[in-house]
């Protein structure tokens, strides 16, 4: 079985950075997709980044293109979201997912099967 773990969350004022990592353990696939969602309280959860087995594809959601950055380590098997530029609109609890089935970047949360427990990241103005 398949476990995701995040970490790096926390408090920061408007312009900061953070740096999100989350680490696989188990028996993991090749060629799999990791993503980063997040949930702000009262919303739905919504996707923010993603990126291809290899890294060399990336796809993120408007409102974070340009100050975030996802990347991975596949020998770590960790996937990582830098943050930089944060505004208070970005407090939400974030998450990572694995979609080991399609080999391809989605934005739907209905297509990574495996998720964290996610990591609270709050920016103050």
């Known amino acids: 079985q398949v476990q995701l773990v995040e970490s790096g969350g926390g408090s920061v004022q408007a312009g900061g950075s953070l740096r999100l990592s989350c680490a696989a353990s188990?028996?993991?696939?090749?060629?799999?997709?990791m993503g980063w969602f997040r949930q702000a309280p009262g919303k739905e959860r919504e996707f923010v980044a993603a990126v291809s087995w290899s890294g060399s594809s990336t796809y993120y959601a408007d409102s974070v293109k340009g100050r975030f950055t996802i990347s991975r380590d596949n020998i770590k098997k960790t996937v990582y979201l830098q943050m930089n530029s944060l505004k208070p609109e970005d407090t939400a609890v974030y998450y990572c997912?694995?979609?080991?089935?399609?080999?391809?970047?989605?934005?739907?949360?209905?297509?990574?099967?495996?998720w964290g427990q996610g990591t609270q990241v709050t920016v103050s103005s």
């Open positions: 188990g028996r993991t696939s090749n060629n799999y997709v």
């Open positions: 997912a694995a979609d080991f089935t399609r080999g391809r970047i989605s934005t739907s949360t209905r297509t990574y099967e495996r």
